[in-house]
């Protein structure tokens, strides 16, 4: 599988929309993912991992607990993997249940 576009949406550390093109990468074969701690390098992986296989690529995160805390209430949480697979083109989008914020009139009235 070669990963050509991830786009994360309200996912992990991202409060907005943030896209990887692994086609900027040319031709090679390997790469690194590094930056400092807290820099969203897991979630990275996370993203590839939740698209595919529906799951965080770790045991203590999954569906509800990969949205953004830092997301406004009304954005969708959602991530998209396009990528080659014997040289066949997949696009994958995939959004964890989520529960709608309620809205401050709502929670007045109750």
Do not use: C, H, W
């Not at 990887?20 to 790469?31: H, K, P, S």
């Amino acid at each position: 599988m070669k990963p050509l576009k991830l786009t994360m949406q309200a996912f992990g550390p991202y409060a907005d929309s943030e896209s990887i093109d692994f086609t900027e990468l040319g031709n090679r074969t390997m790469f690194v993912i590094s930056g400092k701690t807290g820099s969203g390098k897991t979630t990275i992986f996370d993203g590839i991992s939740y698209a595919i296989y529906g799951k965080a690529s770790g045991e203590d995160r999954n569906g509800p607990e990969l949205r953004s805390q830092f997301a406004k209430n009304n954005t969708l949480t959602e991530i998209s993997l396009e990528f080659i697979l014997r040289n066949k083109r997949y696009y994958i989008t995939r959004s964890p249940q989520q529960e709608k914020k309620k809205s401050a009139a709502m929670a007045r009235r109750q």
